[in-house]
T-cell receptor, first 118, second 112 residues
C-alpha cells in the first residue's frame, strides 16, 4: 500500500514550457486534490475531483488544468509555465464527502513536488 | 477573505512542557470539519488530529488535544509533554463540502 505518490520530486522549467505533475493513490479514494504551498501563505487548493470524470476549481485554478480518467490518477498540467508558479505542489486524497465515519474526511498527502520556473 | 487564521507565525516550548497553538476560522455553516496537520522538515503533511463540528466533545490523540469553541469559531491545539520530534510547522485546516482551507501555519521550536 503506497498511499499517495507524486512524481517528480523536483523540477526546473523555463518560462513557457509545459509539464505534467503526476499523482496516484491506491486507497480507492473518490476525492483527490492539488494544492500549492508558498511561503507565508499556507496551502491553497488549485483543483479537486470527486470521482472519475468529475473535476472542479479550487481557490487558485488559473494556469492549471486537470483531468480524472481513473479513480487512481489525478495529473496536474501546466500548459505555459510562469515564474509565479514556482512553488511546492501537493496532491492529496480522501474518501468521499458526507460520510460520518472518523477516517473518511481526512486527507492523505503525497510527498510534494518542488517546482522552479525560471 | 482569510477563512482560517493562525495568528502565531512562530512559537517555542521547552521539552516536556505544554504549548497551545491558536486557530480561528470564519464560517456560516453548522456542519464542517477541522484538522491540525504537522509538516516536519521532510515536507510530508501528517494528520495530527481532526474534529467534527457536530461533536461537542474535544478530540484527543495521545499528547495532542484540541479546544474546540464552536460559538467563538476557535480551534486551538494543545501539545503536552513536548518532545524534540514535535518541532515542525503546524497547519490548521477547515473543510467545507469539497473545499479545504488552510491557515498560514505556526512554526514550533522545541528547546532541549
Amino acid at each position: 500500500n503506497a498511499g499517495v505518490t507524486q512524481t517528480p520530486k523536483f523540477q526546473v522549467l523555463k518560462t513557457g514550457q509545459s509539464m505534467t505533475l503526476q499523482c496516484a493513490q491506491d486507497m480507492n479514494h473518490e476525492y483527490m486534490s492539488w494544492y500549492r504551498q508558498d511561503p507565508g501563505m499556507g496551502l491553497r487548493l488549485i483543483h479537486y475531483s470527486v470521482g472519475a470524470g468529475i473535476t472542479d476549481q479550487g481557490e487558485v485554478p488559473n494556469g492549471y488544468n486537470v483531468s480524472r480518467s481513473t479513480t487512481e490518477d489525478f495529473p496536474l498540467r501546466l500548459l505555459s509555465a510562469a515564474p509565479s508558479q514556482t512553488s511546492v505542489y501537493f496532491c492529496a486524497s480522501s474518501y468521499g464527502v458526507g460520510y460520518r465515519k472518523s477516517s473518511t474526511d481526512t486527507q492523505y498527502f503525497g510527498p510534494g513536488t518542488r517546482l522552479t520556473v525560471l | 477573505a482569510q477563512t482560517v487564521t493562525q495568528s502565531q507565525p512562530e512559537m517555542s516550548v521547552q521539552e516536556a512542557e505544554t504549548v497551545t497553538l491558536s486557530c480561528t476560522y470564519d464560517t456560516s455553516e453548522s456542519d464542517y470539519y477541522l484538522f491540525w496537520y504537522k509538516q516536519p522538515p521532510s515536507r510530508q503533511m501528517i494528520l495530527v488530529i481532526r474534529q467534527e463540528a457536530y461533536k461537542q466533545q474535544n478530540a484527543t490523540e495521545n499528547r495532542f488535544s484540541v479546544n474546540f469553541q464552536k460559538a467563538a469559531k476557535s480551534f486551538s491545539l494543545k501539545i503536552s509533554d513536548s518532545q524534540l520530534g514535535d518541532a515542525a510547522m503546524y497547519f490548521c485546516a477547515y473543510r467545507r463540502g469539497n473545499q479545504f482551507y488552510f491557515g498560514t501555519g505556526t512554526s514550533l521550536t522545541v528547546i532541549p
